[in-house]
């Protein structure tokens, strides 16, 4: 951060380990909407990893034996790739990998030459996010928690247990939550959850994800014989991916309806020996792909997925990506998601929610999308589109983020 800011610019640093940009499969959230931050007035820089979570590769340096800190500048935003320990399965590699890239979020910025003006420290995991605190402190500035995920929660959902893992991550997350000026929350219910926990309302912040409509404009879809359902996320122990496996078990009669499922993560190879041992020749496993690459896969597919693994958490504290992109892509959506993700669904008119989160009833819900024309499907798709743009568009949540963080820095 050595570049001198333009007159009455702002700086904010925006600490992600998984962001990326559009050329890279993941989410794309930071980037977008930093890009939009940059009209409005800030200089935005973003500390993520190089190490893919998906691909288990370095994206911008050779290997692991190459520290030193990646600069690069896309579309006026600027990312600085940080150093974070390789790791393949899911196990203390992975715990290593968090925690090695706060070390190196710390090392980089004790070697910098300028401050921000404002932090913000994302939680996909608290090790960056508290990292985020501290050099706030170090430098003076306000401190933004992003709640992508809920800690120690999220741990359970996961499948699990409340342990001293549990105890460690609960008492990082309440530090946190005692030490940001503001908390930018992805889902209503997170908000309820915070105050619950005595963190006042005026700190907290509604800034949900969303989607670019521009990205995904246009996609024409000709009517065809086969019924293609889209999902496009991770492929952990969280995302419910062997209910889709029974859903697809049970419709195996009708040779027209077909799963699409594209990512990584730790679950897929046992989801892909599965399906194979099933014989489930109507479901497709693909990898992961970059946000450029996803109009040609939408284009493919007539439905979205949006599912998740039945636990109390998912009812409140969650803001699907791939909900939003579907959306964003004219897509209806057939979801096993209950309570915040069911209310979006609804009152974006955008599909079908199943009754439970059992395979027989995500099998019911594909089956009544099934049962529309594709024009009553188009029809569905271009009101989740118009809600998706209206609610959750880019330029309308850097809109609210700018405000929330102008209090914090006046001009």
């Not at 935005?44 to 520290?67: E, L, M, N, T």
């Not at 062997?242 to 697809?248: I, N, P, Q, R």
């Not at 990584?264 to 989801?271: E, N, S, T």
């Not at 020749?281 to 439905?303: G, H, T």
Request: hydrophobic content about 45%; proline content about 6%.
């Amino acid at each position: 951060m050595s570049t001198a800011p333009g007159a009455g610019e702002r700086r904010l640093l925006w600490i992600n380990h998984f962001a990326v940009p559009p050329a890279e499969g993941g989410g794309t959230r930071h980037f977008e909407v930093g890009r939009e931050l940059l009209g409005r007035g800030w200089r935005v820089w973003i500390a993520a990893a190089d190490y893919h979570y998906q691909s288990r590769r370095y994206i911008r340096r050779p290997g692991a034996a190459a520290r030193e800190v990646v600069a690069e500048m896309v579309d006026g935003v600027e990312f600085r790739w940080l150093w974070a320990a390789p790791y393949e399965g899911n196990d203390w590699r992975r715990v290593w990998n968090w925690v090695s890239f706060a070390r190196s979020l710390l090392g980089w910025a004790a070697t910098s030459g300028e401050r921000p003006d404002v932090v913000i420290g994302s939680s996909p995991h608290l090790f960056a996010a508290v990292a985020g605190a501290r050099l706030a402190r170090r430098w003076g500035v306000p401190f933004v928690l992003e709640v992508r995920d809920l800690w120690p929660e999220s741990l359970v959902a996961a499948g699990g247990r409340k342990g001293v893992a549990y105890a460690v991550f609960d008492r990082m997350a309440r530090y946190l939550y005692r030490r940001a000026d503001r908390i930018v929350c992805l889902a209503r219910g997170t908000m309820d959850h915070l105050r619950a926990l005595g963190v006042p309302s005026e700190r907290l912040v509604y800034v949900p994800n969303g989607v670019d409509p521009a990205a995904f404009a246009g996609i024409e879809r000709p009517a065809r014989d086969t019924f293609t359902l889209v999902y496009a996320g991770a492929h952990g122990p969280a995302n419910g991916l062997d209910v889709v496996l029974g859903a697809a078990e049970l419709l195996r009669g009708d040779p027209s309806i077909r799963f699409l499922l594209l990512g990584d993560g730790a679950a897929k190879p046992a989801l892909v020996a599965d399906a194979r041992t099933r014989g489930l020749d109507n479901v497709e496993f693909r990898d992961p792909v970059p946000k450029l690459a996803m109009r040609a896969v939408f284009a493919e597919a007539d439905a979205g997925l949006m599912v998740l693994r039945d636990t109390p958490l998912f009812a409140f504290g969650v803001s699907p990506n791939k909900l939003f992109d579907y959306f964003g892509a004219g897509l209806p959506v057939a979801c096993n998601v209950p309570g915040e993700v069911a209310g979006m669904v609804r009152g974006a008119g955008g599909g079908e929610q199943a009754a439970d989160g059992s395979a027989r009833a995500l099998a019911d819900a594909v089956l009544r999308l099934r049962a529309l024309s594709t024009d009553e499907r188009a029809r569905i798709g271009e009101s989740a589109r118009e809600w998706v743009a209206r609610e959750h568009g880019r330029a309308v949540l850097a809109e609210r983020l700018d405000r929330a963080l102008r209090e914090l820095v006046p001009g």
